[in-house]
């Protein structure tokens, strides 16, 4: 069935480092990819989107590339801040399937200083 | 993008007792769904609210246990009924846009049962 992957977390990470938290999909159709996130105490605010094979989302120097070949949406940042310290979800959107949302398990990153 | 303001924020309660969610959106929506995030979980979704008609529910989610109301297009209560302590979880509203194809959620009420 549908299904969306992440890396296992926590992920820990000084601040500076670069960041790489791997998503995989697995989807019939054409799905919209996403990531959100998730601050400690809050709901879940949409970081970045890609619509179509080869989109690139960006967004807070957050990038991510919707790559059909490999079925991924891996999310980078180049140098991480304390304040992205979060939980971060891959999603899809299924639009040939009455628009069904469907999630990953989350990773939790932490920055230290 | 849509607006969507869910009170309450965050609730402590009684076991055997029931709390009932509301989540408002600033603009009419067709598609609202409800979630429960368990701690440290991904979200689940209990079920998706209908305007004029029953919500859909998931497997595992009945309406006896999480009556959804849906009045009309902009607003919209999940009742978490006879509370245990394993309904300590965060619940979430959320909207789908189908235009933009996006989905925007509330800032979820955090219950715990004691």
């Known amino acids: 069935g549908d299904s969306v992957t992440q890396m296992e977390g926590p992920v820990t990470l000084s601040e500076e480092a670069f960041l790489t938290i791997n998503c995989t999909y697995t989807?019939?159709?054409?799905?919209?990819l996403f990531w959100y996130v998730q601050y400690p105490g809050e709901g879940l605010q949409l970081l970045l989107k890609?619509?179509?094979a080869d989109d690139k989302g960006s967004n807070k120097g957050f990038e991510a590339t919707y790559r059909k070949e490999t079925t991924s949406f891996h999310l980078e940042k180049g140098s991480v801040q304390v304040s992205d310290s979060a939980v971060y979800f891959c999603a899809l959107i299924l639009r040939d399937s009455n628009y069904q949302l469907i999630w990953g398990a989350g990773t939790k990153l932490i920055i230290k200083p | 993008s849509a607006v969507i303001s869910q009170k309450p924020s965050r609730d402590i309660c009684q076991r055997g007792t029931s709390l009932t969610i509301q989540c408002q959106v600033d603009?009419?929506?067709?598609?609202m769904f409800w979630y429960r995030q368990q701690p440290g979980q991904s979200l689940t979704l209990i079920a998706t609210a209908n305007q004029g008609s029953e919500a859909t529910y998931e497997s595992g989610f009945v309406i006896d246990k999480f009556p959804i109301s849906r009045p009309n297009l902009t607003f919209s209560t999940l009742t978490v009924s006879n509370m245990s302590p394993e309904d300590s979880s965060i619940y979430l509203c959320?909207?789908?846009?189908?235009?933009?194809?996006?989905?925007?959620f509330g800032q979820g009420t955090r219950l715990t049962v004691v």
């Open positions: 603009s009419q929506v067709t598609m």
């Open positions: 890609a619509t179509k």
């Open positions: 989807a019939t159709g054409y799905p919209s």
């Open positions: 959320s909207v789908l846009d189908r235009a933009q194809i996006m989905a925007f």
